[in-house]
Nanobody
Framework: VQLVESGGGLVQPGGSLRLSCAASGFVFSNYIMSWYRQAPGKERELVATIDSHDGITWYVDTVEGRFTISRDNAQNMVYLQMNSLKPGDTAVYYC???????WGQGTQVTVSS
């Protein structure tokens, strides 16, 4: 299993970023995929999840309405569109496959003026 996140960066409050995660080494379309984040000094938290086929999604309440998780099963990709970003969204963001304990390297998102 390999998960490679990209798309992070520095953005001003109110701005947007789109994170991408390239997955390989497993049958991508069979698995629920998620985005987690870990802010400095805090535990890693689940941000959003998307089902494997029917596209059902779930979001933590702090990002509901601002973030959108999506996936492309043909390209083995999962995305996180982040709008109306706040300083509290600053963290390293990771994608994760259900039933797999490993993590990718993550991508840093910094929201600051």
């Amino acid at each position: 299993v390999q998960l490679v996140e990209s798309g992070g960066g520095l953005v001003q409050p109110g701005g947007s970023l789109r994170l991408s995660c390239a997955a390989s080494g497993f049958v991508f379309s069979n698995y629920i995929m998620s985005w987690y984040r870990q802010a400095p000094g805090k535990e890693r938290e689940l941000v959003a999840t998307i089902d494997s086929h029917d596209g059902i999604t779930w979001y933590v309440d702090t990002v509901e309405g601002r973030f959108t998780i999506s996936r492309d099963n043909a390209q083995n990709m999962v995305y996180l569109q982040m709008n109306s970003l706040k300083p509290g969204d600053t963290a390293v963001y990771y994608c994760k496959r259900r039933n797999y304990d490993g993590w990718g390297q993550g991508t840093q998102v910094t929201v600051s003026s």
